[in-house]
């Protein structure tokens, strides 16, 4: 799923970027942009985990072929 | 025949009338019908040994205990229900028929029903399952897959109308409402919920778009869960792409998919909380980057800090040489000053002496005692000698107060006074 990658991608890159940050060997001026990369990073990645939207779906196969269907769950057992 | 030939057969045949003969055949028939007829169905317990499943299905053994052997035999009709693996030297309990086998002159058991002894049927079957799984290294650790960072989508394969859907939907959207769901029902007991737990896991595999399977079912009695330890199970299970979680059952069970699977729970809600726990240490460990981000560039600023503030040191000692000279100066010049006003100060006392002096000098002192001064107007000429004078001149003369002017009468020019 593109979600998970993207979301993999940035945590690797943040890791990157706070070792970076935490070895003192950059420069002030690419220290402070790092730094605000690294918040925008984290920032996102929260983000996504913290999206409140989720499809539930079923999966069907006729014939060889998939497809979703949407999930209905009983509104009485809901209860 | 003829008579006399009969007569001698009857004769014989009279003789051996005590004697009763019966021909292999016969007897066999006698054998078989009073040894079916008194055992009838029969329980029978004991080891099995030389056990043959022969080509056509059947299966032939023996049955042993320390001082007999019975001959056994289980056709292909019956056998193929027997749920373990019969394997010399298992502990049985048989029921059936003795059946003569009167071509090998033989009587056997007819096997109808095959029981392990001890534990049961099911049971064993599970244990040899399990027993052959493991040393095909299907439980092996080493094929555990890592489930993924972050779960976004996951895959259940269970009954879609029971309690267990909806305890894990409950969870995810409470704990996880990130995470999308998509499920493929299937029966999860009875004869055919194997074949359709294995085929949901292979079809999660082909469409792909799942992170993770959840293979779940509520708790039941070992019979309920008996699919889940079905062969075919195990093995999708294990040649699963994607990473499995099971969930079988409640804590007591142990299923072959649970042994089986990447990540074992004991129920569907601990799956659900698996998920769960993924996101929220995901949460912790952004917010940890968080603050190592904040500490490092606040470290790095601090440093540039106190760089600055040494080179600002560095920079500050040559003006404090600056200041030092100015105080140095300041004080030269202070003592300069004082240096100066010394000198006025004695110049001005020296000055009020020969002030004095002089004053004592003065004439004026000497006209104070009666003496005059007499001057040659209108020069003013201060006159020491009278030979200067003429008669008519005008002079002036100062006393010690005042002073008058006065014409000369006559000059005389010897050591008199001259008198105006």
Redesign the interface.
Known sequence: ?K??QS??DD?RR??K??EE??S?K?T?GE??KK?EE??KL?QS??S????????????M?KEGK?S?EK?E?SPS??K | MSKATSDLFAAQTNHKKDKHVYTVSQITQDIKLILENTFGEVWVEGEVSNFKAYPSGHFYFTLKDEGAVLAAAMFKNVNKDVKFKIEDGLKVICSGRIEVYAPRGQYQLIVEKIEPKGIGAQQLAFEQLKNKLFKEGLFDQKHKKELPLMPFCAGLVTSSAGAVVRDILQILKKGAPCVDVVIRGVRVQGEHAGREISEAVNDFNQFKQVDVIIICRGGGSAEDLWSFNEEIVARAIYNSQIPTISAVGHQINVTLSDLVADVFVETPSAAAKVIVDKKNALLAELDGYRYELSSAISNILHRLKNTLATLKGMLKSPLDRLLEKQQLLDELNSGLNSHIQHALDMWEEKFHSLMERLEALSPLAVLSRGYSLSSLMPEDKIIKDASILKPKDLIKTILAKGSFLSSVQEVIKDEGKTKS
Request: hydrophobic share 50%; net charge negative.
């Open positions: 799923m979600e998970k979301l993999e945590i943040l890791q970027i706070v940050l935490a003192g950059l002030l220290s402070l730094y690294g918040v984290a990645c929260s996504t985990l913290n999206e409140a939207q989720r499809k539930v779906e079923l999966l196969k998939y979703l999930f769950d057992q809901e």
